[in-house]
Structure formats: structure tokens, C-alpha cells
């Protein structure tokens, strides 16, 4: 390509601004009575016109269902007592995402809980350990939440034992859908 000494050239991006140019914009700062005078929208303030914003709550989604699930306490039942050791594993997605400046939110988590309990098993007193799984979970959808029991020290007990312990663990079921409910709700009030 050639270049002639006092004319323009051919150029992908002009640095050059010629007389017939548009001026170039200059910035303005912003007032905070500017800031006031606009109309309220969620999200960003340079999202005035509220659309697609996208935000990743999946730190303090983790957190909080932990929190609450450890909550929980101890269950009595009628040949023991168990409660939720830890949340062994808690992973999924917490977003809010704002959408013509309506706000709405969603998660998709799955869970594992560790128990640990006493029954009374053969008239002795038995510790037991187990987990409780919720292959997959997510908003407004928490009416059919799935659990399944799984017992780890099942050596020396019998079919009939380990029915009745997983019958047992079963009741965990409310109280973990009633704290899911309230994290749901939190989610919604952020």
C-alpha cells in the first residue's frame, strides 16, 4: 500500500480528526441531585434502563444452607435420636439476575448431610452413621424434594433394623424442606 506525502491514506481507525468531524465527546460528571432525579431501578446505577444483569450469589447461597441445615438439631424417635452432623456436600448454583427492571432469582443445589445417631437396637444402645442425599434441588420446585438414605455403619444390624433406622431418617425430610423454604425466601428478599 502506498501513502502519498500530503493527502490522507487509506486507514482502518482514523486518529486524525478533520474539520468536518463530529466533535468529541466530552465527559460530564455526574451530580448527586442527577443521581437522585433518576427514576428508581434495581440493579446497577448504570443500569438505568434495568436491563439484563446478572449477579452470582453462590458464596452466600453455600453458606446460608449450611448455616441452616446444621440448624436443624436432633429428631427423637421412637427407637432413637439422630441429628445432622455436617453438610459433607453443598453444590450448585445461587443467581440474581435483573430483567426489565424486574428482579428475579433461581439456584439449582445438591446436598449431602452427614447423621449421626443412637437407636436401640437388640436392647443396646447403638450408635449409627449415615447420609442423607438431595440429588438435585431448585427454586419454587422444593414440594417434591427428593431424599434418599444411605447408612454407613450397617454391619451387625439387621434388615429389619436398618429399615426401621431409614424409616426414622425419613422424618428429616420437613425440617430440611422448611429450611430450604426460608433460605428460598432470603433469596427472594436480597
Known amino acids: 500500500m502506498e501513502e502519498n506525502g500530503g493527502g ?14 463530529a466533535p468529541l465527546p466530552l465527559p460530564k460528571k455526574l451530580s448527586p441531585q442527577h443521581l437522585l432525579s433518576q427514576p428508581n431501578s434495581l440493579g446497577s446505577v448504570w443500569n438505568t434502563a434495568g436491563t439484563w444483569e446478572e449477579k452470582n ?5 453455600t453458606h446460608r444452607i449450611k448455616e ?32 426489565r427492571n424486574k428482579k428475579r432469582v433461581g439456584y439449582t443445589y445438591e446436598l449431602t448431610l452427614k447423621i449421626k445417631g443412637e437407636w436401640i437396637v437388640k436392647e ?16 419454587g420446585e422444593l414440594d ?3 431424599m ?20 426414622d431418617l425419613k422424618l428429616f425430610l ?9 433460605f428460598e425466601q432470603e433469596l427472594k428478599d436480597r
Open 68 to 99: 441452616l441445615l446444621v440448624s436443624v438439631g436432633s429428631l427423637e424417635f421412637s427407637g432413637g435420636k439422630a441429628q445432622i452432623a455436617e453438610v459433607s456436600k453443598c453444590s450448585g448454583d445461587a443467581f440474581l439476575v435483573i430483567v
Open 144 to 146: 417434591d424434594l427428593q
Open 124 to 139: 443396646k444402645k447403638r450408635m449409627v452413621k449415615g447420609h442423607l442425599d438431595f440429588p438435585e434441588f431448585s427454586f
Open 57 to 61: 450469589l453462590n458464596n452466600w447461597a
Open 174 to 182: 420437613q425440617p430440611v424442606r422448611e429450611k430450604l423454604l426460608q
Open 8 to 21: 490522507g491514506s487509506y486507514r482502518y481507525w482514523v486518529r486524525e480528526a478533520t474539520a468536518d468531524a
Open 148 to 167: 434418599q438414605v444411605r447408612i454407613s455403619d450397617e454391619k451387625d444390624l439387621s434388615r429389619q433394623d436398618k429399615l426401621q433406622i431409614s424409616q
